[in-house]
Nanobody, 126 residues
Framework: QLQLVESGGGLVQPGGSLRLSCAAS????????IGWFRQAPAKEREGVSC????????NYADSVKGRFTISRDNAKNTVYLQMNSLQPEDTAIYYC???????????????????WGQGTQVTVSS
């Protein structure tokens, strides 16, 4: 059974950077499309980014394009989300999630993902 654990969240000033990690265990990560999602208080969950199984295809929400970069190291069973130029509106709990095994398409809807981590808090504030 695939398990995901996020890390790397924290408090950062506006304009700062953080790198989130999503570490997998219980299965080989390269069988899975991985997405990052976030949820701010009183807001709907938002798809942030997604990466294909081999890492050759990515997509981003318009709100983070040009600031966030998703990547993966299948040898380390880890997916990363590099977040630059952070703004207060990026404050949220960030989750990584995996689509069902062997599916290929990167999608932004959380309902398409079967496995979820527990989340890591990102707070952007001066």
């Amino acid at each position: 059974q695939l398990q995901l654990v996020e890390s790397g969240g924290g408090l950062v000033q506006p304009g700062g950077s953080l790198r989130l990690s999503c570490a997998a265990s219980g299965a080989t990560l390269d069988y899975y499309v991985i997405g990052w999602f976030r949820q701010a208080p009183a807001k709907e969950r938002e798809g942030v980014s997604c990466i294909s199984r081999r890492g050759d295809s990515t997509n981003y929400a318009d709100s983070v394009k040009g600031r966030f970069t998703i990547s993966r190291d299948n040898a380390k069973n880890t997916v990363y989300l590099q977040m630059n130029s952070l703004q207060p509106e990026d404050t949220a709990i960030y989750y990584c999630a995996a689509r069902p095994r062997l599916l290929r398409q990167c999608v932004s809807s959380g309902s398409a993902y079967d496995y979820w981590g527990q989340g890591t808090q990102v707070t952007v504030s001066s």
